[in-house]
């Protein structure tokens, strides 16, 4: 005959902390999904001593991040996104910033790899790049006609 097996007062809480535990870990896993901690991140734009660029030019976000892009001087920049995940179906550009403290901010929800270069300077290699959450993979991404889409704006301007 097997004795009815009894648990401690101890060993039960032990139990509970355990199934707490798991509570835990999963209601963590649950916000880190849904961007319940959308960080907001900002890019500088730098002049400085006839160099142009991105401070940082590589960075990496979650889905759900907030990128702030702010004039650091009074300098003419133009954010234009050139190469985007496929998945992306908007043109990220910002209007001319012009003075300091002139700032064009979006939010990135699909993941993958993003280009961009300030306009006015791109002969100057102002460029950066961002990844939201993972890399694209080798045709994952498509290139934006920045050029083709000035000349539809110009031309609906007119
Ligand atoms: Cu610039």
Redesign the pocket.
Known sequence: MSAPVFYSYGQGLKELEKLHMKKLILLAALFACTGAYAKEVTVK?VSNDGK?YFLPSYLTIQPGDTVHFVNEQD????VMFVSVPKGVNEMIMSPLQEKKGDTFSHTFTIPGTYQFH?H??EALG?QGTLIVGKPSKKGETKHVDHHALEKQLEAKSH
């Open positions: 734009e142009f300098n003419i920049h133009e300030c006015p300077h102002m």
